[in-house]
């Protein structure tokens, strides 16, 4: 979490020599391509069929709907990994103030000074096949009801 908050900062302290708004500004910083998905794509209409159909049995006690989907590209992570063949589309949920750091660096390990408090297996990158196990991890309430999830291409080596 540290982490995090230190690329946030790091994020909306950068200096612009141009006279650009704000948000431009931190936008651009991410270094990754977000692209609205317009409710009538395929691509929408797919992924909202994941999310329904992927909504673990034990979840009961709430539904997930898609308010925005975005496509999120980066360039570098795009070409590491374009040649694999074995590659599972899989669900990633996290905390809100997580997310800029994702968006700017990309999903990471936790270093091993972080407290290991949590991990099933060790430190490492969680997905699952199961979009209502994922939006656990988003740590949304009944108060606060919206969360973040990724439904990532995963490489496995």
Known sequence: ALSNITVAMGVLNSQSDR?????DKYYRSLN??????SPTSIE???LE?????????THTTYELQIVDAFKCRKSQECTSFRDSENKLLLWHGSRITNWMGILKEG?????????????MFGK???FADVSSKSANYCYATKRKNEGLL????????
């Open 19 to 23: 006279d650009e708004h704000p948000l």
């Open 44 to 46: 929408y209409e797919e």
């Open 32 to 37: 990754c391509s977000l692209e609205i998905l």
């Open 107 to 119: 999903l990471r390990i936790a270093p091993p000074e972080a407290p290991s408090t949590g991990y």
């Open 150 to 157: 990724l439904m990532c291409e995963v490489c496995f080596y």
């Open 49 to 57: 069929k994941c999310l329904k159909g992927t909504h673990g049995p």
């Open 124 to 126: 490492g990158l969680y």
